[in-house]
């Protein structure tokens, strides 16, 4: 055991050091956190919205989203209260395809994520595209969890988890920057982990 200030030399880092953000501790469970009841959405009841401002682009119920392409993603995650999760394996559809079927570029720099149970959070549109992001449908190759999210959640797994709204059934394309849920009450209203953007006086 080797005490600060007594080491012969500094200890290069490891691999599992350089994938953990500052403040964060690695968790080899899945802790389940929500602002509220955890909702049952029945995958005949479920369904995604894209909009631009009020005005809905595109509707998709279960099985119409279940037909587009599907991608694969394993990420670390790391959750505002301080843990990480190393490989994180999901499997859904990436908003890139979700607009691609939509038929539309997006249209402002700005979005607004929406779940079922009336929760939202911001996120910008460059940090949804190009493959960072995705519905996702499945965790560890099964469907995911009520308690998780599912039947779908958003991914943005490069953001503080509580980006990856729960329960999602839409996204809101927005002419401003527009708080959610946390961000009204004191949280970053960007939320990067290796910067510790955890609350809004977070630089």
């Known amino acids: 055991m080797v005490t600060r ?12 050091d350089e994938r953990i ?12 956190l929500s602002a509220g009841p955890t909702p049952r959405v029945r995958t ?3 369904s995604f919205t894209l909009k ?16 587009l392409p599907h991608s694969k993603m394993t990420r670390d995650i790391h959750c505002v209260t301080a843990w990480t999760k190393f490989n994180t394996p999901w499997q859904g559809v990436l908003i890139d395809d979700i607009l691609a079927d939509a038929g539309i ?10 779940s079922f149970d009336g929760y939202s959070t911001n996120v ?11 519905v996702a449908l499945l965790y560890e190759g099964k469907p995911i969890a009520p308690d998780h999210g599912g ?9 503080y988890f509580w980006k990856s709204a729960k329960w999602v059934n839409g996204l809101q394309f927005t002419e401003r920057d527009e708080p959610g849920f946390w961000e009204l009450r004191g949280y970053h209203m960007y939320g990067d982990p290796w910067r510790e953007q955890r ?5």
């Open 44 to 46: 005949e009841d479920w």
């Open 151 to 159: 039947p779908a959640r958003l991914l943005v797994p490069h953001l």
């Open 5 to 16: 200030g007594f080491s012969s030399g500094r200890r290069p880092p490891s691999d599992t």
């Open 124 to 134: 910008p549109t460059k940090d949804l595209v190009t493959g960072k992001a995705m």
């Open 199 to 203: 609350y809004s006086g977070d630089p």
């Open 105 to 114: 570029e997006p249209p402002t720099a700005h979005t607004l994520a929406h």
């Open 52 to 67: 631009h401002g009020p005005r809905p682009v595109k509707k998709w119920n279960w099985a119409e989203l279940n037909a």
């Open 21 to 32: 953000p500052p403040g964060q501790y690695l968790e080899q469970g899945f802790p389940v």
